[in-house]
């Protein structure tokens, strides 16, 4: 394998690693082989850049709990629901 190889990363591999740093699952050598790829990539900066902004918004969103991220119906829209499908019927 040549020398370049080992440093350089494809766009793929380089998406790949983005993904994996947001989860802190990312090397050391894997967050240089990035970096030293998004230098020259335009396309996989603007990858990375829009992973970082999701990861804000996520971090930043009130819900607190699973109970919360869930789809819940407020009585109103579920009786109202309810009552359209009997009519349905």
């Keep these: 394998m040549s020398t370049k190889n080992k440093i350089f990363f494809s766009c793929d591999e380089a998406n790949h690693t983005c993904d994996k740093s947001q989860y802190k699952e990312a090397s050391l050598l894997e967050m240089i082989k990035l970096n030293l790829h998004l230098l020259s990539c335009k396309a996989c900066r603007s990858?990375?850049?829009?992973?970082?902004?999701?990861?804000?918004?996520?971090?930043?969103?009130?819900?607190?709990?699973?109970?919360?991220?869930?789809?819940?119906?407020?009585?109103?829209?579920?009786?109202?629901?309810?009552?359209?499908?009997?009519?349905?019927?």
């Design 47 to 89: 990858y990375s850049a829009n992973n970082n902004r999701l990861t804000q918004m996520i971090n930043k969103s009130k819900t607190t709990s699973e109970k919360d991220k869930s789809f819940n119906l407020d009585d109103d829209f579920k009786s109202s629901f309810e009552k359209a499908l009997k009519n349905q019927k």
